[in-house]
């Protein structure tokens, strides 16, 4: 009939509907605009401009870094933002993010402070907070302005980092120390 075919019209000159910005779902964003859908969405669309320039924040309670050792992780193709905890999933709700790096790391729906299966805490304080920059594929936690830059030593002076987070230094001390103040000598 026509007034079906009228509908049948209208329907398909529709824009499609706007969503939330993924900056308010995945982390605390707020007063985001509505984001234009599309079947077609690549990652970084899904965030408003705020979002895509400023990054969000995150607790740090939700963050964890995949371990070493740990399965491939990846997220759902069901174009959602959170991995649903399934009967064999050992994680709550999540998203897998810094994929193009390492570590990878996981963004847990809820902070939590128990152990997870494979994951290790953020390395800060879980009431700390954390900004996420948006990429084209995946959220990456930003530089933090203090160690965008390591401290300057001399050709006589060099420093060291271990696993365990202990810094040694090692060198003549003529041209000024690292900082540390200790003047004595374990050769």
């Not at 669309?45 to 309670?61: E, H, I, K, S």
């Amino acid at each position: 009939s026509p007034l079906a075919h009228a509908v049948t019209m209208d329907s398909r000159k529709r824009k499609p509907p706007d969503f939330s910005c993924w900056g308010q779902i995945l982390g605390d964003a707020t007063g985001c605009p509505p984001v234009e859908a599309s079947s077609r969405q690549l990652f970084k669309q899904r965030f408003c401009d705020l979002c895509r320039n400023g990054g969000l924040t995150v607790p740090a309670a939700r963050l964890r870094i995949v371990g070493n050792g740990s399965s491939a992780v990846s997220n759902d193709k069901s174009g959602g933002a959170w991995n649903m905890r399934r009967d064999t999933s050992l994680w709550p709700e999540h998203r897998v993010i810094n994929q193009n790096a390492v570590p990878k790391m996981v963004l847990l729906r809820r902070g939590s402070l128990e152990e997870l299966p494979g994951l290790l805490p953020y390395p800060c304080a879980p009431s700390e907070v954390v900004r996420l920059l948006v990429g084209a594929q995946t959220l990456r936690p930003a530089a933090v302005p203090a160690l965008a830059s390591p401290p300057s030593t001399s050709p006589q002076q060099r420093g060291g980092l271990t696993a365990d987070g202990s810094v040694w230094s090692w060198g003549h001390g003529g041209q000024g120390r690292l900082g540390h103040g200790d003047q004595q000598s374990l050769a």
